[in-house]
């Protein structure tokens, strides 16, 4: 992004916005209407605000798109909607504006928009509204809205906010990823790790490839093929098994692959016992998501998406509730949903009929254990073992988790000074506990 360009257009912006107040006031100005200021070079527009693709910036989403920027790029710009209105001894209605927290100059809103794009002409302003509609493109690919606006209070009044991907473009030239914080509870899963790394039956090998083959060709099945008239946008995956047999990582990778941030829901901080907070949780995580392309991943999802109960109490009710909404939420979403949990029998019934797809993740066989031991023991490790050594230790029913387990004990015992070298004994024993802690001895 060129800074000159995008100081080009404040200087253009800045000389609008006076001829705006001097038309609008009667004043003597040099332009009869603000369309006649000439634009500066727009050879590179569509580079210099990250522009979908085949979007060419009107007049009136231009103004818009700056108007919404300028706070944060060149705030004083907007001083010039602080004149009062001598009659009535208070700023000027028409002007719009909302207060910030801690910024005191003037933040815009939807008015501020329709009175430089509209004056007092009331069809242009009706016009104006459509520009901030779910279908705009604004919204669509998440570059503004407005919003805040109270119960019952006029829909322009809206607070014009640009979104914190448009800024991360525009300020800090890179491409948004968002903060685990209360506002946005989850956090974004990476992995070093290929598919080779993941040891999986072949059954689950082709379950993945098709969820694959949804990410990157859904575009010619519902629009080429025109199968959104019957199918709906979005595709929800249930995985269930064992734990360490590969759910997470899977979801990682299938992120990975296709080059899309994937995000796991953090449990702890969308779950609460009040009532109708679950939901706002929920919503906030959902509503951000919406138009990016982003894959949610709910771990241990049995905790939100469990079983309806009878309604015998309100607490009853509310969690049922929660469940519903859940469901709505999850087939109305655009983008993928990968969901996990240990059992399947403990998610609803309901949420079964939305999956398109349901992947069972066993416990990996021996050919799995002994693949799975050869692609984590260090190679430097296996000179210290006999022949045939893995296929021994492979006999013991491990997860790829577990196995993980066991390797890290063994290091932490290297690095401790309490072994010189590993040894099969110190490997067995370590394996030992890992049984013992999952019950199995």
């Excluded at 010039?80 to 809103?109: A, Q, V």
């Excluded at 949903?337 to 019934?349: K, Q, Y």
Aim: proline share 5%.
């Amino acid at each position: 992004m060129e800074t000159t360009s995008l100081q080009a257009y404040l200087t253009w912006f800045r000389e609008l916005l006076g001829a705006t107040i001097q038309i609008y006031f009667k004043q003597e100005c040099p332009f009869r209407s603000i369309r006649d200021i000439p634009l500066p070079d727009v050879r590179k527009e569509s580079e210099l605000f990250g522009l979908p693709e085949n979007v060419d910036l009107s007049f009136e989403e231009r103004i818009i798109l700056l108007l919404a920027l300028v706070p944060h790029l060149q705030p004083q710009l907007l001083d010039i909607f602080f004149i009062h209105n001598k009659n009535f001894d208070r700023p000027y209605t028409e002007f719009g504006g909302w207060h910030g927290l801690s910024h005191n100059g003037f933040l815009p809103t939807g008015e501020t928009a329709a009175f430089i794009l509209a004056g007092e002409n009331v069809e242009k302003r009706n016009e104006l509204t459509r520009l901030f509609s779910k279908e705009h493109w604004f919204y669509r690919h998440n570059f503004l809205r407005l919003e805040g606006q109270g119960p019952g209070e006029p829909f322009l009044s809206g607070q014009l906010r640009a979104s914190e991907e448009l800024l991360s473009r525009i300020i800090r030239k890179k491409e948004f990823k968002p903060d685990y914080s209360i506002d946005f509870p989850a956090k974004r899963l990476v992995t070093s790790l290929e598919w080779e790394d993941l040891i999986l039956d072949y059954r689950v090998i082709a379950e993945i490839r098709e969820i694959n083959t949804w990410i990157t060709a859904h575009s010619v099945i519902m629009d080429s093929w025109k199968l959104n008239r019957f199918l709906k946008d979005g595709y929800r995956a249930l995985f269930y098994g064992p734990p360490g047999t590969g759910k997470t990582l899977t979801a990682s990778l299938i992120g990975k692959q296709n080059g899309i941030d994937v995000y796991r829901v953090d449990l702890s901080m969308i779950v609460s016992k009040y009532i109708g907070e679950t939901e706002k949780n929920l919503a906030r995580v959902f509503d951000q998501a919406e138009n990016r392309d982003w894959i949610l991943f709910f771990d241990e999802a049995d905790a939100l998406f469990g079983k309806r109960t009878s309604t015998n109490t309100s607490n009853d009710r509310h969690a049922n509730q929660e469940v519903a909404y859940l469901l709505q939420r999850i087939e109305d979403f655009p983008g993928t949903v990968l969901l996990a949990t240990n059992l399947r029998s403990n998610i609803d019934e309901a949420f079964g009929r939305r999956f398109q797809n349901i992947v069972y993740f066993p416990m990996p066989g021996i050919e799995q254990r002994i693949r799975l031991w050869e692609n984590m023991l260090p190679k430097a490790w296996l000179t210290y073992t006999p022949p045939g050594f893995i296929g021994q230790i492979a006999e013991h029913e491990l997860s790829g988790g577990s196995i993980a387990n066991v390797i890290r004990r063994c290091a932490l015992q290297l690095m401790s000074g309490k072994k010189q070298q590993i040894t099969p004994a110190l490997i067995t024993a370590a394996i030992q506990k890992e049984l013992y802690k999952e019950g199995k001895l």
